[in-house]
């Protein structure tokens, strides 16, 4: 088995497993239950999808041309001695997170600042 994509989270990895499927290429996610061992620490490189050796060049046209496709263009990682593209999360979806999360603790912190003062 060797690796042919090296996802940013388990999400990606999923998502270039089930391709690979669908193109009639076993593959299989490793790696992704790691990332909760580090909580919310970036560990880039961990989640991975691997395919028997025989499907290694056509996971990876795969694959590249999903990448090709994609709005975001790749990054490409060394793994093996071989260029692996990864995914990453766009930017814009911290400030959502910021946002959402700002908009659910306000009305929460509001609430105990009128209960210890009224």
């Not at 497993?17 to 239950?33: C, H, N, S, Y």
């Amino acid at each position: 088995m060797k690796s042919v994509y090296q996802a940013a989270h388990g999400f990606d990895a999923h998502m270039v497993k089930d391709l690979l499927e669908q193109a009639g290429i076993p593959a299989q996610v490793r790696g992704e239950f790691l990332q909760g061992a580090l909580g919310e620490l970036p560990a880039g490189g961990m989640v991975t999808v691997w395919v028997a050796g025989a499907d290694v060049t056509r996971a990876r046209e795969v694959v590249l041309a999903w990448e090709r496709s994609a709005p975001d263009a790749p990054v490409e990682a060394e793994f093996d001695g071989s260029p692996v593209p990864v995914l990453r999360p766009p930017r814009t979806s911290h400030r959502i997170r910021a946002l959402v999360a700002a908009l659910l603790l306000v009305p929460v912190l509001w609430w105990a600042m009128a209960r210890l003062l009224g």
